[in-house]
């Protein structure tokens, strides 16, 4: 049976990307996560339907981020040229269905 899949909108990537944050600087945080992931997504304001897989949380890269590059990288910030999806909110989905540098970008590659 093929597992749903679920695409969070635009508030909701950025309401995750302020867990992702808090599960990254918090090592309880991401441990409760891994037990009550519903929980913790209604926590911060995500209604997540039932029987979807809820998303993984990424692993923390190299460096240092704020809440604000991460919103930026979830597609919620202007500076993101209006992009709807980026390579961690679609990889935190369990799958990559596009190039995550173009998909959902309002960019015109042909007028560059």
Do not use: N, Q
């Amino acid at each position: 049976m093929a597992e749903s899949l679920y695409i969070l909108g635009d508030e909701d990537r950025r309401k995750f990307a302020r867990l992702i944050a808090a599960a990254w600087s918090d090592g309880e945080a991401r441990a409760r996560y891994g037990h009550e992931p519903r929980t913790m997504l209604a926590e911060y304001g995500i209604a997540y339907p039932e029987g979807v897989p809820t998303p993984p949380l990424p692993v923390k890269p190299e460096g240092e981020f704020s809440v604000e590059e991460l919103e930026v990288a979830a597609g919620g910030g202007s500076e993101a040229g209006g992009c709807l999806g980026s390579v961690s909110t679609i990889s935190t989905l369990g799958g990559c269905f596009g190039c995550a540098s173009t998909y959902g970008c309002g960019t015109d590659v042909a007028g560059a």
